[in-house]
C-alpha cells in the first residue's frame, strides 16, 4: 500500500521516456503529456488527502529498512508540495500547448519537462540528504536544457551562467554531505535529526547547516546569492519561464524549510533569528528595489520571485508555528499566483509582440478578460484582500511583531507597498493608456491561452476567500514539521 | 594518509577556484571539472581512508571499510561527468553564435 508514494515520481520518469521515441510525432506527444499531467494532478489530490488523514507514509525503497536503505517520505508538507507541483505543471503544459513552436516540440520538449517533475517531485518526497542532492541534480540538469531550449542568442549567453552557478553549489552542497557524514556518521534525514540532537548543535554543526543554507540559499535565490535570476528567467518562452518561476526556487525554499526544521533547528537563536532573517530581509528588500526599477514586464515578474521568496525565509526565521503557517501558506499563494503572472505575461505578449511596457498600451480596451484576470492575480500578488496574498502575508507580519522582530516585520510592510506600487506599473503601461499595437494585433484572439491560466487565478480567489479552513491545513503542516519527533518515529518506528 | 589528502584537496579547490574566475569561456568548464573532482575526493577522504577487509562477504574479520562513501562518489562522479558533458556541448554552441570566448563579451548589458 505504501509503495503508492514512489508514483510521483515513476509515472513522469516511464512517461518522459515513452516521449523520447515519438519525438517527431508533436500530436501524440500533445495527447500523451496532456492525460498524463491530469492523471497526475488527481493522484496528488487523493495523496494529499491520505496523508491527511492516515498520516505519514513512508516507503523504504527495496525493503531495507530506515537509517541503512533509501527512504520516501510523504508528510503532508511534501504532499502538499507535490499538490502544488501538479497544479501549475498542468496549468504550464496546456498553456505550452498553445504557445510552443512545432521546431521547439520536436526538439524533446515534453521529455525535458517530464524529466524536470521527476527531480522536483523527488526532491520532495526524498527522507536521505544524499537523496536528495541526485533529485536535485536530476531536476537541475532537466532545467539546464529547458532554459536553452530553442538556443536563441540570449538564451545561450544566460544559460551559461545559470549552469555555472548551480554546478559550483552543487559541488557546495556535496561538501556538505561529506562532512555531515563524517560527523555523524549517516544521511538519513530522521537519523541525522536524531544524532544531531545527541551532539548538542555547536560549532561543527553550525558550520555545515551554514553550508547548506548556502546551496539552498543559491538555488532558491536568496541575497546575497540571487544575481543569476533575473537574467536567466528572462530568456526561455512563457510556459518554461512560469514554471521556473513558480516551481523551481521553492524547491530550494523547500529543502531550507525541511533541513531547518527537521535537523538543525537546536540553536535557532542563531542560525534562525541571525542568518536566515537576516538574509531574508536583504532578499524582500532588494529584490523589490530591482523590480521597481525595472521597465519590462518579464524582467519586473522575475525580480519579484526574488522578494517574495524573502516572505518564505522570515516565516522560516522568525520560526514560531504561526509564521511557519504563514511560510506555507504564502508558498502555496506564490506558487499560484507567480505562474499565473508569468503566463499572462506571455499571452500579452503573443498580443504586443514585446515585453517593453513602454512599447505597450491599451490592452485593457482590446482584452479585457486578460487586463481584469491580471489585475486579480497583481494585486492578489501585492497583499491586497479578499485575495490570497493579503492572508498569507498577515501570519507572517502579525508574528514578527508578536515575535519582538520590529525591524523585518517593517521592511516585510513596505515591500508590500513597493510590490503594489510596481505591479500598477505594469498595469498602467500596459493596459491603460494610449493603445499602441497595431489594430490587427488588436484582432488577436487569446481565449486559447487564458484558458489554462483561468483555474489558477480562480484559486486565488477561493485561497482568499476560503482562508479559514486552508489556514487551518497550513497550521497542522507547520505543527507536523516543527515536531521532528512525529517525522522520527515514522521513518524509523522505535 | 589523511593529511596528505587535505592537501591535495586544498590544492584542486585553488587550481578549480582560479579556473573558475577566469574569462575563457573553456577554462570555467575545465574549472567546474575540477571543482568536482576536489569534491569526490573530499567525500571519499572525510570519512577516513580505512584499509580493513571488504564489507559483507569476510564474517569474522574485526576491522571493515566502510562501503558507503565509495557507493556515494560513484554516484556523484556519474553526474559530474552527464554535467561536464552537457556543459561541453552548452560552451561549443554559445562560442558558435557568439563568435566569442571571451566571457567579459557575453556581459550583455547592451539589451537591458
Known amino acids: 500500500m505504501n509503495n503508492i508514494i514512489i508514483l510521483p515520481i515513476i509515472i513522469p520518469f516511464i512517461i518522459g521516456a515513452i516521449l523520447l521515441i515519438f519525438a517527431k510525432h508533436h500530436k501524440l506527444q500533445r495527447v500523451i503529456s496532456g492525460l498524463t499531467s491530469i492523471a497526475l494532478l488527481l493522484f496528488t489530490i487523493y495523496l494529499t488527502v491520505l496523508v491527511y488523514m492516515d498520516g505519514i507514509i513512508v516507503l523504504e525503497a527495496g525493503n531495507w529498512s530506515a537509517p541503512f536503505g533509501i527512504v520516501l517520505v510523504a508528510d503532508m508538507f511534501a504532499t502538499l508540495m507535490l499538490l502544488l507541483t501538479a497544479i501549475i505543471a498542468t496549468a504550464c503544459l496546456f498553456f505550452a500547448f498553445k504557445t510552443i513552436t512545432p521546431k521547439r516540440e520536436r526538439f524533446y520538449f515534453y521529455p525535458f519537462y517530464f524529466f524536470l517533475l521527476v527531480g522536483v517531485n523527488g526532491a520532495f518526497l526524498t527522507g536521505d540528504i544524499f537523496n536528495l542532492f541526485v533529485f536535485f541534480e536530476v531536476l537541475l540538469l532537466a532545467s539546464y536544457g529547458l532554459i536553452v531550449h530553442g538556443g536563441t542568442k540570449y538564451q545561450l549567453r544566460e544559460s551559461f551562467k545559470y549552469v555555472i552557478i548551480n554546478v559550483f553549489s552543487s559541488a557546495l552542497f556535496v561538501v556538505a554531505i561529506a562532512w555531515l557524514y563524517s560527523v555523524t556518521g549517516t544521511l538519513n534525514m530522521a537519523h541525522l535529526s536524531e544524532r544531531i540532537a545527541e551532539l548538542e548543535q555547536t560549532g561543527v554543526i553550525n558550520t555545515i547547516a551554514m553550508m547548506l543554507f548556502i546551496v539552498f540559499a543559491t538555488k532558491g535565490a536568496l541575497f546575497p546569492l540571487y544575481f543569476w535570476l533575473p537574467k536567466s528567467y528572462f530568456g526561455p518562452p512563457a510556459a518554461i519561464a512560469a514554471l521556473f518561476g513558480g516551481l523551481l526556487t521553492k524547491v530550494g525554499i523547500y529543502a531550507t524549510i525541511r533541513v531547518f526544521t527537521l535537523i538543525f533547528y537546536h540553536d535557532a537563536g542563531f542560525t534562525h533569528k541571525i542568518i536566515i532573517t537576516v538574509a531574508a530581509g536583504f532578499t524582500m528588500l532588494l529584490g523589490v528595489l530591482g523590480a521597481v526599477s525595472q521597465f519590462d514586464f518579464k524582467r519586473i515578474l522575475s525580480y519579484h520571485i526574488i522578494s517574495q521568496v524573502g516572505y518564505m525565509v522570515m516565516g522560516l526565521g522568525i520560526f514560531t508555528p504561526l509564521a511557519v503557517a504563514g511560510a506555507i501558506y504564502y508558498i502555496a499563494h506564490h506558487m499560484i499566483v507567480k505562474t499565473a503572472l508569468f503566463l499572462f505575461e506571455g499571452a500579452a505578449k503573443r498580443v504586443t509582440g514585446v515585453s517593453d511596457l513602454k512599447q505597450m498600451g491599451g490592452l485593457l480596451k482590446t482584452h479585457p478578460w486578460l487586463a481584469w484576470l491580471f489585475f486579480i492575480s497583481a494585486i492578489s500578488l501585492a497583499g491586497i484582500p479578499p485575495f490570497s496574498g493579503f492572508f498569507s502575508k498577515f501570519p507572517i507580519i502579525l508574528a514578527g511583531f508578536q515575535e519582538g522582530q520590529y525591524v523585518i516585520a517593517g521592511v516585510a510592510l513596505l515591500v508590500g507597498l513597493l510590490t503594489l506600487f510596481s505591479m500598477m506599473k505594469i498595469f498602467g503601461y500596459a493596459f491603460w493608456g494610449k493603445q499602441k499595437h497595431t489594430e490587427e494585433q488588436a484582432k488577436i484572439k487569446i481565449g486559447k491561452l487564458l484558458a489554462p491560466i483561468a483555474p489558477l487565478v480562480a484559486l486565488t480567489i477561493i485561497l482568499g476567500l476560503a482562508a479559514e479552513p486552508m489556514f487551518q491545513y497550513s497550521l497542522e503542516v507547520a505543527e507536523q514539521i516543527m515536531d521532528p519527533q512525529i517525522y522520527i518515529d515514522s521513518v524509523l518506528k522505535e | ?112
Open chain 2, 1 to 112: 594518509m589523511e593529511i596528505v589528502m587535505s592537501i591535495v584537496i586544498g590544492i584542486v579547490f585553488t587550481v578549480s577556484v582560479y579556473l573558475l574566475l577566469s574569462r575563457n569561456l573553456i577554462r570555467v568548464i575545465l574549472g567546474t571539472l575540477t571543482i568536482s573532482h576536489g569534491v569526490h575526493l573530499l567525500l571519499i577522504t572525510m570519512s577516513e581512508l580505512q584499509r580493513g577487509a571488504p564489507p559483507i562477504l569476510n564474517i569474522g574479520e574485526e576491522n571493515f571499510t566502510d562501503p558507503l562513501p565509495q557507493a556515494l562518489v560513484l554516484t556523484a562522479i556519474v553526474i559530474s561527468f552527464g554535467v561536464t558533458s552537457m556543459l561541453l556541448v552548452l560552451g561549443y554552441r554559445t562560442y558558435k553564435e557568439h563568435k566569442t570566448e571571451d566571457l567579459d563579451q557575453l556581459r550583455g548589458s547592451a539589451d537591458e
